[in-house]
């Protein structure tokens, strides 16, 4: 997910004018392009649909309202493993790491799954990174996504089955850990152990850490269903989205969030080394699930790291300043956040997956700035898709609220989904030699599919290269 029009900001969407510098775009793209009151009759609309208007209205609370998408859900992995997840939080402080790790597991027989949006506290970040009213906006997602889940089994036992590659993926501006569930959850069950990590440099729409109480704040506090401190001397703070202040320029901040963001990926990728080294980690967070039984069960020869959008430049940056990871999958990057002087140290194989309704030309061309005769830097564009084809909202709103919200492309999402992961997997086997069958997709990193272009559908200058 990515940035949506901000007053003082180059963020926009749909009205993009091309002498701008245009960033990721929202979870709705509301702000420019989807007013607010549009949004309110949106939802009034599907209320009237569903029977729940007037009346029933109150009742409609996170994970009830399940009438309206009885076709709809997060597309569960395809792979040969069940797939598990679990959350680790490292040190309690927001300079601590924070991920949810999806893996294959060995799932018992109604096994719970985790609630999409974990609390009310992100509906509220979201409300605020789109300048929505919270009240309002916490009765629109309650309605329209509050009764989803995440196609993993909460906590499941790890399934040891040799050495599992690993990857570190990165979220767009406004995201967080939970909104890329279907392609995690596709990787894990594919025989991968995948750290979606909780960025803490403000770009997150909502995330949290802990602080001591002081003695005089001793009480019990208010338990979420799916994590909770492991000490009672510990309370949440949050951490809300960021927007740029009036007149501030954006290069600056983007740059620097960057770069912590790079940090916190190699943080997480560290943690797992120590993990599958045998060492003890706390987890701040409790939990029943077994964090020692990954100890000697990846393979850390075989390390990759992806990202959407923000999470692409995130990407780029993680090449550039730790070697250890082999290759990267940027998914329709922004590149305005990155110094291009970092390009020439970038030496790894990169794969450039974009929509063909996100980019334009002056950011095709920092990443052209990226092709090498001697290091694989591909690219291809999938039809039909817009930049929130990506994030597990496409696959959770119908055809008519999805297209004006800007969450779905004319494509079916499930097809430009299977285009991304199969091509994705493809990219992975060849840059870390991994004995798999997913070589069988390699066509597609070359834009071979109806429903693909090679390279990209942007007509670039030829003056600009």
Not at 66 to 83: D, M, T
Not at 222 to 227: E, S
Not at 325 to 352: H, N, R, Y
Not at 434 to 457: A, C, H, V, Y
Request: hydrophobic share 40%.
């Amino acid at each position: 997910m990515c940035a949506a029009h901000f007053a003082g900001s180059s963020e926009a969407f749909g009205t993009r004018p091309r002498s701008f510098i245009p960033p990721p775009g929202s979870v709705f793209h509301l702000g420019g392009l989807v007013p607010e009151p549009l949004v309110e009759k949106l939802y009034e609309r599907s209320l009237l649909v569903s029977g729940l208007k007037g009346s029933r209205l109150s009742s409609v609370a996170m994970g009830n309202a399940s009438c309206h998408n009885n076709h709809l859900g997060i597309p569960a992995g395809k792979g040969p493993h069940q797939v598990g997840c679990a959350d680790l939080m490292v040190g309690h402080t927001a300079q601590g790491t924070f991920f949810r790790l999806y893996y294959p597991c060995q799932a018992s027989e109604g096994s719970e799954k985790p609630d999409w949006i974990p609390c009310r506290e992100y509906f509220n970040g979201l409300a605020d990174f789109m300048k929505m009213s919270r009240t309002l906006s916490e009765r629109i997602f309650n309605y329209l996504f509050g009764s989803y889940k995440i196609p993993a089994a909460w906590n499941a036992s790890f399934k040891p089955d040799g050495k599992y590659p690993v990857v570190i993926f990165s979220h767009g501006l406004g995201a967080f850990r939970t909104l890329y569930s279907a392609i995690c959850a596709e990787l894990a069950s594919q025989g991968f152990v995948v750290a979606a990590v909780e960025h803490r440099d403000e770009s997150a729409s909502a995330t949290f850490y802990y602080k001591e109480k002081h003695e005089a704040e001793q009480r019990p506090h208010a338990a979420h269903q799916n994590f909770r401190p492991v000490s009672d001397n510990l309370e949440e703070e949050w951490m809300y989205y960021r927007a740029l202040k009036p007149g501030e320029l954006e290069f600056p901040l983007r740059n620097k969030q960057v770069k912590q963001r790079a940090d916190e990926c190699i943080r997480a990728l560290n943690l797992l080394i120590d993990i599958n080294a045998g060492k003890s980690v706390e987890n701040v967070l409790q939990s029943t699930f077994d964090w020692t039984t990954l100890e000697n069960c990846m393979d850390l020869c075989s390390i990759a790291i992806m990202g959407h959008s923000f999470g692409g430049a995130t990407v780029i940056e993680c090449l550039c300043k730790e070697v250890k990871f082999k290759c990267g999958i940027a998914l329709d990057t922004w590149m305005f956040p990155l110094d291009e002087e970092i390009f020439p140290s970038v030496k790894q194989p990169i794969f450039f997956i974009n929509s063909e309704k996100f980019q334009w030309a002056g950011n095709i061309i920092r990443m052209k700035k990226l092709d090498s005769a001697m290091i694989p830097r591909k690219m291809i564009t999938i039809k039909g898709t817009v930049h929130q084809s990506f994030p597990d909202f496409t696959f959770l709103t119908g055809n008519w609220i999805g297209k004006i919200l800007k969450l779905k492309g004319e494509i079916d999402p499930h097809i430009a989904m299977d285009l991304c992961n199969r091509s994705s997997l493809a990219f992975l086997q060849r840059h870390l030699s991994l004995e798999r069958d997913f070589n069988q997709w390699d066509p597609l990193i070359e834009g071979k599919d109806d429903n693909l272009i090679p390279g990209t559908n942007i007509t670039i200058p030829q003056s600009s290269m």
